[in-house]
């Protein structure tokens, strides 16, 4: 069964930056679409960043000029690296890859933008 990790959420100061990252363990194959979303308490999941398998990106307004989504098609690992972090980016983030026949969500992990 495939599972994806994420790693790289931690409290950072406003300003700062951090490397999100999303492995996929097991056997999965032709990955079309990887991107984070991102989710906070009491409010919709809200998605931050798309990928294809061509390398075509998209980005929520609110995060454009701040943060990039990468691939490693080779190792099916995802990136997020995010710049410029402010406190209203605090949330759980998760990865999402979906392939041929199959969609798979990441477990979380906690970014907090504080001083």
């Known amino acids: 069964q495939v599972q994806l990790v994420e790693s790289g959420g931690a409290l950072v100061q406003p300003g700062g930056s951090l490397r999100l990252s999303c492995a996929a363990s097991?056997?999965?194959?032709?990955?079309?679409?990887m991107a984070w979303y991102r989710q906070t308490p009491g409010k919709q999941r809200e998605l931050v960043a798309t990928?294809?398998?061509?390398?075509?990106?998209n980005y929520a307004d609110s995060v454009k000029g701040r943060f990039t989504i990468s691939r490693d098609n080779a190792k099916n690992v995802v990136f997020l690296q995010m710049n410029s972090l402010k406190p209203e980016d605090t949330a759980v983030y998760s990865c999402?890859?979906?392939?041929?026949?199959?969609?798979?969500w990441g477990q979380g992990t906690q970014v907090t933008v504080s001083s």
């Open positions: 097991g056997s999965i194959f032709s990955i079309n679409v």
């Open positions: 999402y890859m979906r392939a041929t026949g199959t969609s798979i």
């Open positions: 990928i294809t398998s061509i390398g075509s990106t």
